[in-house]
């Protein structure tokens, strides 16, 4: 059952406590009840506020330990209220938003916030597109005249998978590539659609070796001078206008190439969820997200938790 605040009154009313933010990512982190980051063991003692310690193998976790709530200095009270910025406007949030209405210090710490949130937007595993999917690759910058000339995002080629979903786009996927070789094409498509999918793509050889990797491949070769990328593979580029449009739009263009995996992962999350009814049910998929752990830092966690105090995780 999806639990999440669906106003900011409710938000704040809820999450107005770290007791009650802490119990909240707890739920979140081990819907089936604790779980032993380490031995896998489902008893513990419950030490002070969410301090966990395992009854079978003895190490202490905190609910945050491990996730990218890990070192925050403050509360959990602000880092929920900047996760419903991000989640609740449809365009996402902008570092200047984020420092204004939270009052924080810094330009560069409410960027340092947004990236840590983005990192749980982009979760490798997660669903593969799948029926017929739209795949090409561009510059970016070659659909907006305003990006033209911007030193930062010049040259940054860009892989988007587009599912079909009748004349318009269902879910997509997006990656930043360093070339249009095959290596960087096909790992693209393998990692982001499912065996058995038709993908559609131009001409462009390095697409070829798609059939052998189980897609039904599919190829449109541009023929005429009337016709242009964007007509014989609309969803992909559709979808570029709009990154495009938002990069320049909400970021202003400030995204620099070292970065822009991260906004690519944030537009992605929000493009993929633009139809939800619910802009809580964002929210919900992202505190879900960051808190959910990968098997391999545990040793770091484990480390950290023995180490530090995990009570004093959140300062
Ligand atoms: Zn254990």
């Not at 669906?6 to 107005?16: C, I, M």
């Amino acid at each position: 059952m999806e639990d999440y605040p669906r106003t900011l009154a409710e938000l704040e009313a809820r999450f107005s406590t770290e007791e009650a933010c802490r119990e909240y990512l707890a739920q979140l982190r081990w819907p089936e009840g604790f779980r032993c980051p380490r031995c896998g063991g489902a008893k513990a003692w419950r030490l002070r506020r969410l301090l966990f310690e395992c009854q079978r193998c003895g190490v202490q976790t905190s609910v945050t330990a491990g996730t990218i709530f890990q070192d925050i200095r403050k509360p959990l009270t602000m880092w929920f209220r900047a996760a419903w910025l991000v989640t609740s406007q449809k365009t996402g949030a902008s570092a200047m938003g984020v420092q204004r209405v939270l009052g924080l210090g810094s330009y560069r710490t409410a960027w340092t916030w947004l990236h840590k949130l983005r990192r749980a937007m982009g979760r490798p595993g997660r669903d593969r597109l799948s029926g017929r999917v739209e795949v090409d690759e561009t510059f970016l910058g070659g659909h907006e005249k305003g990006l033209r000339g911007r030193k930062t995002l010049r040259k940054v080629l860009v892989v988007v998978a587009a599912q079909e979903d009748g004349p318009g786009v269902g879910r997509i996927r997006m990656r930043r590539i360093k070339d249009t070789s095959a290596n960087s094409l096909v790992p693209f498509v393998v990692e982001s659609v499912e065996a058995g999918s038709v993908v559609h793509t131009d001409g462009w050889q390095a697409y070829n070796g798609l059939s052998e990797k189980g897609y039904t491949h599919e190829v449109t070769i541009l023929r005429g001078r009337t016709e242009t990328a964007s007509q014989l593979l609309p969803r992909v580029h559709r979808v570029i206008s709009l990154l495009e449009r938002w990069l320049l739009g909400t970021h202003q263009g400030a995204v620099s190439h070292e970065h822009l995996d991260y906004y690519l992962d944030d537009f992605t999350f929000r493009f993929n969820r633009r139809t939800s009814r619910h802009r809580g049910k964002l929210f919900y998929r992202l505190l879900q997200q960051a808190v959910t752990v990968d098997p391999s830092p545990y040793r770091e966690m484990i480390k950290h938790a023995r180490g530090r105090r995990p009570a004093d995780h959140n300062p």
